[in-house]
């Protein structure tokens, strides 16, 4: 189910992923421009190429960001794209996560308490969404007096194909 269907005139496609068919969402340049202006944030080229960047390559670190931009727009230099990064975080456009031991991550679907699973051997993300739907998701046994706002949920796991490489470590 598309969550984020609601955001105005994005394009919704189907791409094929080895795994199942999944539904990702390609904005256009215009919606990209949209959702700037929206949170109050000039529309630059640097701007754009990120905020494409993260919608392109959900989870990807800030270096694969850097590499989808420069793609994009030539030379750019690293403290450019953090700043940026900072800016469309600071503004909710992007959601920047971190599990333990990971570099700093970041993806566009934002503001609806989504989880991850992660796997423990290749470090490969992907979404969960959360059971309750918002947050706090889990009820604290105690709370001390705390308003307790938000529980970060990380599912650690072995994916997939590292399970099958596990089972079968000559097919690699
Ligand atoms: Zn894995
Ligand atoms: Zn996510």
Redesign the pocket.
Known sequence: MPRWSHRQGSRLIFTDSRECSILRRVPTTSDLERMLRGAALRVTRPRLAVLCAVHEH??ADTDSIIRAVREDLGEVSHQAVYDVLRALTAASLV?R?QPAGSVARY?A?VGDN?H?VVCRSCGA???VDCAVGEAPCLTASENHGFAIEEAEVTYWAECAECVTSQHNPTAV
């Open positions: 959900p989870h959601r996560i993806e679907r989504h991850h993300i992907a979404d």
